[in-house]
C-alpha cells in the first residue's frame, strides 16, 4: 500500500515514522527538552485559536502562491533545517530536497546534517537555504558562508537560540547526545528495526562507514559514533549584534535570523540588516519554559512587519494551523517535524505526502474561510 492511501495526516506519518525508527532516532525528532512543557503548549497555544468561517463566498478559483524574495513559490510553507534527516533515511537530505523541489517551496539545509551541501545542491536542486551557527572561532563559521555561497544556496538562516546545550535528558539514556554511544540497550534497539538498520545505516556502512558530519571544516568533520569529540565545544556564549553585524557585511543574499521571542530582538535584527526573522522557541527543543512562538507572533510582526519578513515555526501539524500563523501576520510557515516523519516514514515519496497533506489541508482551510488567496488572510478570520 502507498504511503498517500496509509498516511491521512501528519499523526499517521509520525506513527509509521516510529515503527520504522529506533527508539533514539525517533525521540530525537519527537520530543521536547527537560519536562516538555513547552512542547504541548506549543500545540495548545495554536490550538487555542480557533477559526471562524465565511460562507457565500465565490473561492472556486484559489491559489495559495506566495511571494519570497523576489521569487513565486506554490504554498506557504518552507522546509526547516533539521540536521537528522540523512540519520534518518538514506541521503533523508536529499530526499526532502527534492520533495520540496516538487512542491516549489524551499529547503533549508542544517549544518549538523551528515550530506555535503554540495551534493545536495548537485543532486536536488530547487530553491535552497542554509542554515549555520556562530562557533567560538567565527572564521570557522565563515568558511561555511563561503561554501554556501559558492554552492549558490540563495539565503543563509542564522540560528541564535542556542548559546548553550539543551538538556535533553532521553538523550542522553538513549545514548545519542552529543554523538552516537553503543549499548547494549540501543544495540537491540537498531536490530530489532530492520528496516531503518539495512536501509539506512546498512548502506552508509556498505558506502565507506558511519555518516559524518559533511559540513563541518574538514578538521571537525567526524563521524557520528566519534566519541571523543564533543559538538558542545562549537557553542558560544559570546554571540552578540555585532556578529549578525558583521555576518551581514559577508553575505550578500539573503539572511535570516532564526530564534526570535522578543519584539525588541527583532528590531535588533532589523537595525542590523537581516531581511527576515523566525519566530521561533526552537520547537521546545531549547528552552522548555519558553513562550509559544504563535502567541508572540502578532507583536512582533507590529513591531518589524514593515522592515522586514517574518516567518514563525514550531508545532505546526495541520494545514489549519499554518492558516492561523499566516492570518495573524507571518509570511510563511518553517515546518521540521511534520515533513520528518515523512521522510522517516518513507523518505522522498514520505515527505512529497506531508507536503501534499499540508497543501490539501490549507486549501481546505480558505475554502471555509472564503479566501481565495493567502493574502486575503487577516486576524478577522480567527477568534482568540
Request: proline share 4%; net charge positive; with cysteine.
Amino acid at each position: 500500500m502507498s504511503i498517500a492511501l496509509q498516511a491521512l495526516n501528519i499523526w499517521d506519518l509520525r506513527r509509521m515514522a516510529q515503527q520504522r525508527l529506533p527508539k533514539l532516532f525517533f525521540e530525537f525528532v519527537d520530543r521536547g527538552s527537560e519536562d516538555e512543557v513547552g512542547l504541548s503548549n506549543n500545540r495548545l497555544a495554536i490550538e487555542r485559536i480557533k477559526i471562524r468561517p465565511r460562507v457565500m463566498i465565490n473561492v472556486e478559483r484559489r491559489s495559495q502562491e506566495v511571494e519570497l524574495f523576489g521569487k513565486t513559490q506554490k504554498m506557504p510553507v518552507v522546509i526547516s533545517p533539521t540536521g537528522i534527516a540523512g540519520l534518518l533515511w538514506h541521503n533523508g537530505e536529499i530526499a526532502l530536497a527534492r520533495a520540496a523541489a516538487a512542491a516549489g517551496v524551499p529547503f533549508t539545509l542544517a549544518t549538523t546534517s551528515v550530506t555535503a551541501m554540495e551534493k545536495v545542491a548537485e543532486l536536488a536542486g530547487g530553491r535552497l537555504w542554509y542554515q549555520m551557527y556562530m562557533w567560538p572561532d567565527r572564521e570557522m563559521s565563515y568558511s561555511l558562508m563561503e561554501r554556501a555561497k559558492a554552492a549558490n544556496y540563495e539565503a543563509l538562516v542564522l540560528t541564535v537560540d542556542t548559546a548553550a546545550a539543551p538538556n535533553r535528558e532521553y538523550n542522553v539514556r538513549n545514548g545519542y547526545s552529543t554523538s552516537f554511544r553503543f549499548s547494549s540497550r540501543n544495540v537491540l534497539d537498531v536490530l530489532t528495526h530492520p528496516r531503518w538498520m539495512l536501509g539506512t545505516l546498512g548502506r552508509y556502512i556498505a558506502e565507506g562507514g558511519m555518516p559524518r558530519f559533511e559540513n563541518y571544516p574538514e578538521s571537525l568533520r567526524h563521524r557520528i559514533t566519534d566519541t571523543k569529540f564533543d559538538q558542545r565545544s562549537l557553542m558560544t556564549q559570546s554571540l552578540t549584534w555585532d556578529d549578525l553585524r558583521e555576518v551581514r557585511k559577508r553575505w550578500p543574499r539573503v539572511l535570516i535570523v532564526k530564534g526570535i521571542l522578543h519584539p525588541d530582538d527583532a528590531k535588533m535584527a532589523a537595525d542590523c540588516g537581516a531581511d527576515a526573522v523566525v519566530v521561533s522557541n526552537h520547537g521546545a527543543r531549547n528552552v522548555d519554559s519558553s513562550v509559544a512562538p504563535i502567541d508572540v507572533l502578532p507583536e512582533i510582526v507590529d513591531a518589524v512587519g514593515s522592515r522586514l519578513t517574518v516567518f514563525v515555526d514550531s508545532g505546526y501539524r495541520r494545514g489549519s494551523d499554518v492558516v492561523k500563523a499566516l492570518a495573524l501576520g507571518a509570511k510563511t510557515v518553517f515546518i521540521g517535524r511534520g515533513t520528518l516523519y515523512g521522510v522517516a516514514a518513507g523518505g522522498q515519496e514520505g515527505a512529497v505526502r506531508a507536503l501534499a497533506i499540508y497543501r490539501d489541508e490549507i486549501d481546505r482551510t480558505m475554502v471555509y474561510l472564503g479566501c481565495a488567496a493567502i493574502g486575503e488572510l487577516n486576524t478577522g478570520h480567527l477568534y482568540r
